[in-house]
T-cell receptor
Framework: GAGVSQSPSNKVTEKGKDVELRCDPI?????LYWYRQSLGQGLEFLIY????????KSGLPSDRFSAERTGGSVSTLTIQRTQQEDSAVYLC??????????????FGDGTRLSIL | DAKTTQPTSMDCAEGRAANLPCNHS???????VYWYRQIHSQGPQYIIH???NNETNEMASLIITEDRKSSTLILPHATLRDTAVYYC????????????FGQGTRLTINP
């Protein structure tokens, strides 16, 4: 079946612009996660959705970052007034139920964001 | 911070079994061990997970020691396409939703 789909695959924008990144989770998955991976760095958790609510937003680095999920499916990560340090690969994952410890997360291939 | 320790890099000959170790000495009784891998320019790929019993699927086998303080991921017949960074992750009970990735093991399969 279809995996996690992210769009766009690449995004180049100028410093100060706003960007929106989209994630389509695996059908039927109630949990959705955003991570980012900076060049040469490990994966960093950003936010977790269970259904449409976000019980854990602890990884969002600043108030320029926000995310929403509607209809328990598609999610959008928005970065306002982008800075060069926001350049990274933004990864989305989904799982059947985030409250279950034995449910693996499945990742998309990410959006590579470059801030000029 | 990740609560696992893995070698930085390993090499394995094509066709041989690749055995990747992971130490997780502070693991708690109801925490799972997960393995993922990341091939260049792709998102992490789920491989296998386990609690206390050994597990096997079409990709790999997971051997967990009886005291659960360490585990080994086994790729039985490594191919060049198995070259990747492999991450061993303990999924916390508290904050179970997020995965905490360490630096992983860079596995190179040589022809």
């Amino acid at each position: 079946g279809a995996g996690v789909s992210q769009s766009p695959s690449n995004k180049v924008t100028e410093k100060g612009k706003d960007v929106e990144l989209r994630c389509d989770p695996i059908s039927g998955h109630t949990a959705l996660y955003w991570y980012r991976q900076s060049l040469g760095q490990g994966l960093e958790f950003l936010i977790y959705f269970q259904g449409n609510s976000a019980p854990d937003k602890s990884g969002l680095p600043s108030d320029r970052f926000s995310a929403e999920r509607t209809g328990g499916s598609v999610s959008t990560l928005t970065i306002q007034r982008t800075q060069q340090e926001d350049s990274a690969v933004y990864l989305c994952a989904s799982s059947l139920d985030g409250r279950a410890y034995n449910q693996p997360q499945h990742f998309g291939d990410g959006t590579r964001l470059s801030i000029l | 911070d990740a609560k696992t320790t893995q070698p930085t890099s390993m090499d394995c000959a094509e066709g041989r079994a690749a055995n990747l170790p992971c130490n997780h000495s502070t693991i708690s009784g109801n925490e799972y061990v997960y393995w993922y891998r990341q091939i260049h320019s792709q998102g992490p790929q789920y491989i296998i997970h386990g609690l206390k019993n050994n597990e096997t699927n079409e990709m790999a086998s997971l051997i967990i020691t009886e005291d659960r303080k360490s585990s080994t991921l086994i790729l039985p017949h490594a191919t060049l396409r198995d070259t990747a960074v492999y991450y061993c992750i303990v999924r916390y009970v508290q904050g179970a939703q997020k995965l905490v990735f360490g630096q992983g093991t860079r596995l190179t399969i040589n022809p």
